[in-house]
């Protein structure tokens, strides 16, 4: 569909819907000879699994906690029988709301499924926020261990 209907749609303006194909937070989308913008139909594509898994320590006296953090969430996407393209390692602690690694993970709109062992390790408050976010991007969260973590961060 032309970026005019895809705007209509969306209910957004169509310069809003230029600067988002322009920025590439369109994706699929692609320009004709002509000038014209193309908006695929989402139905017609089909969207590939994109696994992550995101492991955090607070300090780097962890760090042994931290690989084996990780391993055990590939394990675990290994006997579900997904294929994780991307293990994020990361130290810093959960009450910092600038963590690199995360927002590199959460800014990526191609992935399907994030896989953490418990909440805190996304952050100490405003996971749920965190949820809301994925779910807008079609991210399914997956929390391994849902009860709270006693353990200092």
Known sequence: MKLSVWAKKQG???RTAWEHFRTGKIPNAYKLASGTI???D???IPKTEFIVTYARVSSSVNKSSLESQSQRLIDFCNA???QT?????????GLNDKRKK???VLAKARV??????HKDRLARFGVNYIEILCNH???ELVVLNQTLNDKED
């Open 12 to 14: 957004i303006a169509y």
């Open 38 to 40: 193309i908006v695929p």
């Open 42 to 44: 989402e139905k017609q």
């Open 80 to 82: 579900n029988g997904w």
């Open 85 to 93: 393209h991307l293990n994020v390692k990361e130290i810093g602690s």
């Open 102 to 104: 995360l927002e590199d």
């Open 112 to 117: 399907t499924k994030l896989v953490v062992e």
């Open 137 to 139: 991007i079609g991210c």
